[in-house]
C-alpha cells in the first residue's frame, strides 16, 4: 500500500532552517510529483511547491521562492523540503503530498511535521 | 485572502444534504480541475474529489463534484456525525509567470 512517512517534530529558532523528509513506499517513486502543503494552526492549507522525483525538476509558490529548497534521494525514495531563514510565521504543519497523475490530484499525503518556530 | 472563495461554515442535520461552494476565476477553475478535501480533525487531508467529479476508490457515491464555469460544488448527501470536518477544494492556477497551486480557505462542516 502506498505511504508517505515523514520526519518527527522539530523547534527550531527564528533565523535558523529545517530540513524535513517525506518516506515514499508501495510505488515507484520516481513517477510522481511530490508536493509540499503547509497549515498554521487553525488555518487553511498553503501550497509550497512541487517536485518531480525522476528529473529532479522543482516549482516553487511565489511566496517562498528564495527560501524553500526541495530535493530528493532515489535510492532511498526519500523527499526532502528545506526552509531557511525561519521565522514564527513559519510555525505549521508541513504535509508532502503525491500527485496522483492528474494537477492538484493529491491522491497519498504524509502524517504531517509539526514545526514550531520560537527564540 | 485565499485565491479561491468559500463559506466558513455550514451544516445540516444527520441524512440530510449538504452543498459546499468554491469560487475563483478564469485563471484558476475556469480554465482546470477541481480537487477536493476532507480533513478530519487532527489528521492529514483526504482526496475526496479530483477532474472535478471523479471519486478516488473508496470514496462513497455520497460524495459528488461538479463545475460550472468559474465556480465548483462538493455536495454530500446522508450526511453522518463522521462527515463533521474542514472541506477545501483546490486547482492549478495560471494567473503568475509560473503555475501554481490554490486552496479555497476552507469549510467546517457541522452535522447537527
Known amino acids: 500500500q502506498v505511504q508517505l512517512v515523514q520526519s518527527g517534530a522539530e523547534v527550531k529558532k527564528p533565523g535558523a532552517s529545517v530540513k524535513v523528509s517525506c518516506k515514499a513506499s508501495?510505488?515507484?517513486?520516481?513517477?510522481?510529483?511530490i508536493n509540499w502543503v503547509r497549515q498554521a494552526t487553525g488555518q487553511g492549507l498553503e501550497w509550497m511547491g512541487w517536485m518531480n522525483p525522476n528529473s529532479g525538476n522543482t516549482g516553487y509558490a511565489q511566496k517562498f521562492q528564495g527560501r524553500v529548497t526541495m530535493t530528493r534521494n532515489t535510492s532511498i525514495s526519500t523527499a526532502y523540503m528545506e526552509l531557511s531563514s525561519l521565522r514564527s510565521e513559519d510555525t505549521a504543519v508541513y504535509y508532502c503530498?503525491?500527485?496522483?497523475?492528474?494537477?492538484?490530484?493529491?491522491?497519498?499525503w504524509g502524517q504531517g511535521t509539526l514545526v514550531t518556530v520560537s527564540s | 485572502q485565499s485565491v479561491l472563495t468559500q463559506p466558513p461554515s455550514v451544516s445540516a442535520a444527520p441524512g440530510q444534504k449538504v452543498t459546499i461552494s468554491c469560487s475563483g476565476s478564469?485563471?484558476?477553475?475556469?480554465?482546470?480541475?477541481v480537487s477536493w478535501y476532507q480533513q478530519l480533525p487532527g489528521t492529514a487531508p483526504k482526496l475526496l474529489i479530483y477532474?472535478?467529479?471523479k471519486r478516488p476508490s473508496g470514496i462513497p457515491d455520497r460524495f459528488s463534484g461538479s463545475k460550472s464555469g468559474t465556480s465548483a460544488t462538493l455536495g454530500i448527501t446522508g450526511l453522518q456525525t463522521g462527515d463533521e470536518a474542514d472541506y477545501y477544494c483546490g486547482t492549478w492556477d495560471s494567473s503568475l509567470s509560473a503555475g501554481h497551486v490554490v486552496f479555497g480557505g476552507g469549510t467546517k462542516l457541522t452535522v447537527l
Open positions: 503530498a503525491r500527485e496522483g497523475g492528474q494537477l492538484v490530484k493529491f491522491d497519498y
Open positions: 478564469s485563471s484558476n477553475i475556469g480554465n482546470n480541475y
Open positions: 477532474d472535478n467529479n
Open positions: 508501495g510505488y515507484t517513486f520516481t513517477s510522481y510529483d
